[in-house]
T-cell receptor
Framework: AQKITQTQPGMFVQEKEAVTLDCTYD???????LFWYKQPSSGEMIFLIY??????QNATEGRYSLNFQKARKSANLVISASQLGDSAMYFC???????????FGTGTRLQVFP | EADIYQTPRYLVIGTGKKITLECSQT?????MYWYQQDPGMELHLIHY???????EKGDLSSESTVSRIRTEHFPLTLESARPSHTSQYLC???????????FGPGTRLTVL
């Protein structure tokens, strides 16, 4: 079985600063994918970034980067130069190639202040 | 970027009514999913489909049913809505052979 743990229920960051959202996972699958999604107050889930378990390099997408530490089973999201529009819930998720299912964590609410 | 649509966005309805939540995607994705999410909580998979005439129950037990008669359409039906069904319902789709799921805007259902 797969499990995602997000220990930060809420985070605050000042505009233009960087912030790290923590995510640890547990899986017995040899191959898996890790995802981060953003959910604004409007409710939609927006795909941000993906990291495959066999990828050697950390994934980056614009201001988002994924700090992947396989031995520690962590997949933290780093947002550089925070913007007010980054205020939202952020969900980490793990995809199992065995079950073809996506398992989500409980989320972290990020608030960016001026 | 995915084009996946859900209607209605918001629905307030009385107990005992039959409701259908619509989900459509225009990417030709074979795989589609329904998730249920209570406010501020994680998403739970309730139904999924690998293609036309394929439907499976997810990890969270749900009284809802789904159908997949057309590739692009994956509606969810509740025969008799109850207050315990109050939640947000999110539809997603992905291509076979890929693991990235793209989500629709969600339907916020309130059953009085």
């Amino acid at each position: 079985a797969q499990k995602i743990t997000q220990t930060q229920p809420g985070m605050f960051v000042q505009e233009k600063e960087a912030v790290t959202l923590d995510c640890t996972y547990d899986t017995s699958d040899p191959s898996y994918g890790l995802f981060w999604y953003k959910q604004p107050s409007s409710g939609e889930m927006i795909f941000l970034i993906y990291q495959g378990s066999y990828d050697q390099q950390n994934a980056t997408e614009g201001r988002y980067s994924l700090n992947f530490q396989k031995a520690r089973k962590s997949a933290n999201l780093v947002i550089s130069a925070s913007q007010l529009g980054d205020s939202a819930m952020y969900f980490c998720a793990i995809y199992s190639y065995n079950t073809d299912k996506l398992i989500f964590g409980t989320g972290t609410r990020l608030q960016v202040f001026p | 970027e995915a084009d996946i649509y859900q209607t209605p966005r918001y629905l307030v309805i009385g107990t005992g009514k039959k409701i259908t939540l619509e989900c459509s995607q225009t990417m030709g994705h074979d795989k589609m999913y329904w998730y249920q999410q209570d406010p501020g909580m994680e998403l739970h998979l309730i139904h999924y489909s690998y293609g036309v005439n394929s439907t499976e129950k997810g990890d969270l037990s749900s009284e809802s049913t789904v159908s997949r008669i057309r590739t692009e359409h994956f509606p969810l039906t509740l025969e008799s809505a109850r207050p315990s069904h109050t939640s947000q319902y999110l539809c997603a789709s992905s291509e076979v052979g890929t693991d990235t799921q793209y989500f629709g805007p969600g339907t916020r259902l309130t059953v009085l």
